[in-house]
T-cell receptor, first 116, second 110 residues
Framework: DAGVIQSPRHEVTEMGQEVTLRCKPI?????LFWYRQTMMRGLELLIY????????DSGMPEDRFSAKMPNASFSTLKIQPSEPRDSAVYFC??????????????FGPGTRLLVL | SQQGEEDPQALSIQEGENATMNCSYK?????LQWYRQNSGRGLVHLIL?????REKHSGRLRVTLDTSKKSSSLLITASRAADTASYFC??????????FGSGTQLTVLP
């Protein structure tokens, strides 16, 4: 299995530009999570989906952030417009959520975002 | 949701020594997990302990859980230079989503 795939791995953009991060979860997993990691705030859950439906988006910092999961194998996290304080590493994780599931999450390699 | 707290924030030991990291949390939990993060990489799951368990082993890892004190510890025995990484506890409550601790940066010197 290829694991969770994220793209791009690195993104440098200017303030005000739109940024789209992409994630392909592990095949067969039905829950997907977007996290943001910074030195100041650590690892924060932004949003998670179960069976492609957003369950909890209370961690999404502002209306500038949006996430979609159009099908079981693809999700996007969009920031529009981007600001320097959005600079962070964004992780996607997936897991199987069902009866007897172990609740172990599998993380992608992350997207390192720098907004100038 | 509130983060767990971990201590120490940083730990430096010699190869072959044991490393102990502690995690405290504030809510009721279903389980507690430990993850490892190498520099510039994603998190990798190490071990999970359920709320009705007190101790669990996996290779050189030993995890304890004290729900009365709302704390857990991760012990790595006979450490190796390759164990150098950040270690995070993460706990799952009724919402079944994980809340991560602040992490411990472990450095194992050869």
């Amino acid at each position: 299995d290829a694991g969770v795939i994220q793209s791009p791995r690195h993104e440098v953009t200017e303030m005000g530009q739109e940024v789209t991060l992409r994630c392909k979860p592990i095949s067969g997993h039905n829950s997907l999570f977007w996290y943001r990691q910074t030195m100041m705030r650590g690892l924060e859950l932004l949003i998670y989906f179960n069976n492609n439906v957003p369950i909890d988006d209370s961690g999404m910092p502002e209306d500038r952030f949006s996430a979609k999961m159009p099908n079981a194998s693809f999700s996007t996290l969009k920031i529009q417009p981007s600001e320097p304080r959005d600079s962070a590493v964004y992780f996607c994780a997936s897991r199987w959520s069902g009866t007897g599931a172990r609740e172990t999450q599998y993380f992608g390699p992350g997207t390192r975002l720098l907004v100038l | 949701s509130q983060q767990g707290e971990e201590d120490p924030q940083a730990l430096s030991i010699q190869e072959g020594e044991n490393a102990t990291m502690n995690c405290s949390y504030k809510t009721s939990i279903n389980n507690l997990q430990w993850y490892r993060q190498n520099s510039g990489r994603g998190l990798v799951h190490l071990i999970l302990i359920r709320s009705n368990e007190r101790e669990k082993h996996s290779g050189r890892l030993r995890v304890t859980l004290d729900t009365s004190k709302k704390s857990s510890s991760l012990l790595i025995t006979a450490s190796r230079a390759a164990d150098t990484a950040s270690y995070f506890c993460a706990f799952s409550g009724s919402a079944r989503q994980l809340t991560f601790g602040s992490g411990t940066q472990l450095t194992v010197l050869p």
